[in-house]
Every structure is written in C-alpha cells, then in structure tokens.
Nanobody, 127 residues
C-alpha cells in the first residue's frame, strides 16, 4: 500500500525560510516524478514544483521560481521543498504527490497525473 506523508509545515514571518519533507512508502521515488502542490483558503489547488524521476529536471510555478527548490534524496526515498523569502501569499496547505509518470513535462500541473497524495502540511506566513 502506498503512503505519502508530508512534514515540516509551520508558522513563520515573511522573509523567513522553511523546509518541507515528504516520505513515500510503498513506491520508490526513483521510479516516479514527484511534485508539491498547495491550496490556499478559498482557492483551487495549484502546482508549486515538480521533479523528474532522475532528479535532473525541475519545474516551478512562476511565483516561487528562485525562492523555492525541490529536491530528491533517492537513498532515503524522500522529497523536499526548501522555501526561502516566504511571503504571506505563500500561506497554504502544501501537498506532496507521486506521479504515475517518470517525467514532469509541460502537463505537470494536471492532478490526474498523480495517483498518490499526502494529507498535507500547513504553512502560514505572517507579515
């Protein structure tokens, strides 16, 4: 059985940093692209970043590019999202997702590509 679990969410001041982690058991991150999504109150869930199976290719939502970094640790089968220069608009529930495909591609934001999801971890950024 596949289980995806996120951790690391917290409340921080604007300009601060956080590191989110995701562990996927029952599926090896080596074989799948993985991504982070987020959902702010009253808004639809949106893709934040995606990393390919190999870890060589990454994709970012425009508003986080240059501030967030997605990475994989194949040995530990974990996914991370390093977030810096956080803004109040980054406040959201953040979700980790494992793709059914090995690559992100231009369609990486389509949720149908991700059969495995975590329960989310809350990030709150205050001004």
């Amino acid at each position: 059985q596949v289980q995806v679990v996120e951790s690391g969410g917290d409340s921080v001041q604007a300009g601060g940093s956080l590191r989110l982690s995701c562990t996927a058991s029952g599926v090896t991150s080596v074989g799948y692209a993985m991504a982070w999504f987020r959902q702010a109150p009253g808004k639809e869930r949106e893709g934040v970043a995606c990393i390919s199976r190999s870890g060589d290719f990454t994709y970012y939502e425009d508003s986080v590019r240059g501030r967030f970094t997605i990475s994989k640790d194949h040995a530990k089968n974990t996914l991370a999202l390093q977030m810096s220069s956080l803004k109040p608009e980054d406040t959201a529930m953040y979700y980790c997702a494992a793709s059914a495909y090995g690559d992100c591609t231009a369609a990486w934001r389509r949720e149908v590509r991700y059969p495995y999801w975590g329960q989310g971890t809350q990030v709150t950024v205050s001004s």
